[in-house]
């Protein structure tokens, strides 16, 4: 059974810092790029922002412009855990954050997990 299960949200002031973690198992991660989204309240699904990626065979990143310098992305590949560090968040990164995995060899096959809650205050 494939899992990818989120966690270390929280409520954090602005100017503060958060790490989540997303623990993924059930298919091989060397063989998905994992990413972070959000998804901002009052905004649909579909409507779900990129945030940082990182690709699992090389640990090419790649970093949406407006986390850069804020959020880094990382992974551990022995525990099939991706990072995102979070630094000097502001009130408009207050989303739902929700880890996701791409298939980067053979068929493509796309998973998410149930999401993490990150509210920042100012």
């Known amino acids: 059974e494939v899992q990818l299960v989120e966690s270390g949200g929280g409520l954090v002031q602005a100017g503060g810092s958060l790490r989540l973690s997303c623990v993924v198992s059930?298919?091989?991660?060397?063989?998905?790029?994992i990413g972070w989204f959000r998804q901002a309240p009052g905004k649909e699904r579909k409507e779900r922002e990129g945030?940082?990626?990182?690709?699992?065979?090389?640990?090419?990143?790649y970093g949406a412009d407006s986390v850069k310098g804020r959020f880094t992305i990382s992974s551990d590949n022995a525990k099939s855990t991706v990072y995102l560090q979070m630094d000097n968040l502001k009130p408009e990164d207050t989303a739902v954050y929700y880890c996701?995995?791409?298939?980067?060899?053979?068929?493509?096959?796309?998973?998410w997990g149930q999401g993490t809650q990150v509210t920042v205050s100012s």
């Open positions: 059930g298919f091989t991660f060397d063989d998905y790029a």
């Open positions: 945030v940082s990626c990182i690709r699992s065979s090389d640990g090419k990143t």
């Open positions: 996701k995995a791409i298939q980067t060899t053979g068929p493509l096959r796309i998973y």
